[in-house]
């Protein structure tokens, strides 16, 4: 719909359901409805070109995808668009699993004009709790190269919004072997995490709050070692589910992603409404940064994406300039993080969040200028209600 804003669309390669979606449009009363041919792909596409509709209904495949494009559509309209899917797989659990990923619901195909129309209306008249509930934002930090201290932005991030901003906060780190945050954090590891990757049927609310490590009051930490020997693939759709879950919980959802095989980058970073990418001003450094925004590029359309420039001490020989380092990557960083060894290893020391141990480092304050880009300016408390809170307990 060119020049303006849909209030609904509607996506399907299946003609026979486009005449029945055309059918049922055409006495919802709704104005600007489209029916386009296309599926959840089509959707986001449309949704990165600046639409926001009220109503998205998407034709939808079974599987491990399903939940990944759902989920992504809702991240993506920032949970402000009601998602109806349409599809032929008759289980309960898939239902259940497309509910908790974003879905306002689930309808069989062939679906009727009246049951299109049913579930319509029944969701319009929910669509601010249906709003709240996806409100969520996913922040994904990913490294470049190896050893730049993307994990340790990661805990920085979930650390000031959960514990300066108070907001509900899920921080993951999804390698399992060797990931660092539950070390860093000075908690014990735990098998929470890979058992609701495992068994995804099982994650509920309880189910997190069993699972996760919970640091101070707002920060719910789900981390694991586990052995080296065992063969770990992440499920698309248990990935889904997850992040779904969290999202009933959450206001902020930080993921900690690794570089190795074996990781589905491309429908992770779907989820994200921000992705922050941390590269090195170094030939390898700004090969692999390229990489990963044309990845996030192609995966990501909808969210923002933030580069930041490591000031790691390398070999004259390997030093690249900024302007070098710009131009090679088309965009400015958004800032440089500065190498504060002291910061860093004050907070290894204490085991202990680089804002919360060494509190005015320069690493603390570059850290907290990423969330106000994230999440705004904090909110300050002004006098007058300060000096009303204080009559009220005189």
């Known amino acids: 719909m060119v020049g303006g804003q849909a209030r609904l ?20 009363g709704i104005p600007r409805a489209e029916v386009r041919p296309g599926n959840a792909e089509a959707a986001l596409q449309e949704i990165g070109a600046g639409q926001r509709p009220d109503f998205l209904i998407v034709d939808i495949e079974a599987g491990e995808t399903a939940l990944f494009d759902i989920s992504a559509l809702a991240t993506a309209t920032e949970g402000r668009t009601v998602i109806l899917a349409l599809g032929q797989a008759n289980d309960i659990a898939f239902y259940r699993n497309l509910r908790a990923a974003g879905a306002g619901e689930y309808l069989l195909k062939p679906a009727s004009a009246e049951q299109i129309l049913a579930a319509l209306a029944e969701r319009a008249g929910t669509r601010e709790g249906q709003a709240s509930r996806g409100e969520a934002r996913t922040v994904a930090v990913i490294g470049a190269r190896g050893g730049l201290g993307a994990s340790g932005i990661a805990i920085g991030i979930a650390w000031i ?11 993951v780190d999804l390698d399992l072997q060797f990931g660092t945050i539950p070390l860093a954090l000075d908690i014990a590891p735990g098998r929470g995490l890979r058992e609701a990757l495992e068994q995804p049927d099982r994650i509920d609310s309880l189910f997190i709050e069993r699972a996760s490590e919970k640091v101070g009051a707002n920060l719910f930490v789900l981390g694991s070692e586990e052995p080296i020997e065992d063969r770990l693939t992440l499920s698309e759709a248990a990935v889904a589910t997850l992040l779904g879950a969290l999202r009933e919980k959450c206001q902020w959802i930080v993921l900690d992603l690794p570089r190795g095989p ?8 779907a989820e994200a409404s921000h992705v922050v990418v941390l590269a090195e001003p170094t030939l390898a450094g700004i090969r692999d940064a390229m990489r990963l925004q044309a990845l996030v590029r192609e995966s990501a359309p909808g969210a923002e994406l933030l580069l930041l420039a490591a000031a790691r001490p390398t070999t004259k020989s390997q030093n690249i300039s900024m302007a070098d380092f710009e131009r090679s990557l088309g965009q400015p960083p958004f800032l440089t993080l500065p190498w504060d060894i002291d910061a860093e290893t004050r907070a290894a020391a204490a085991g202990k969040p680089v804002p919360e141990a060494a509190r005015e480092s320069r690493l603390a304050q570059a850290m907290r200028r990423l969330v106000t880009r994230l999440a ?13 809170w204080l009559a009220g307990k005189s």
């Open 9 to 28: 669309l509607a996506f399907t390669s299946d003609e026979a359901q486009a005449a029945l979606l055309r059918q049922a449009l055409a006495g919802s």
């Open 262 to 269: 074996g990781l589905q980058h491309a429908r992770i970073l």
């Open 161 to 171: 919004l959960a514990e300066e901003r108070g907001q509900k906060t899920a921080l």
């Open 376 to 388: 705004g300016a904090p909110k300050v408390a002004s006098r007058r209600s300060l000096f009303g």
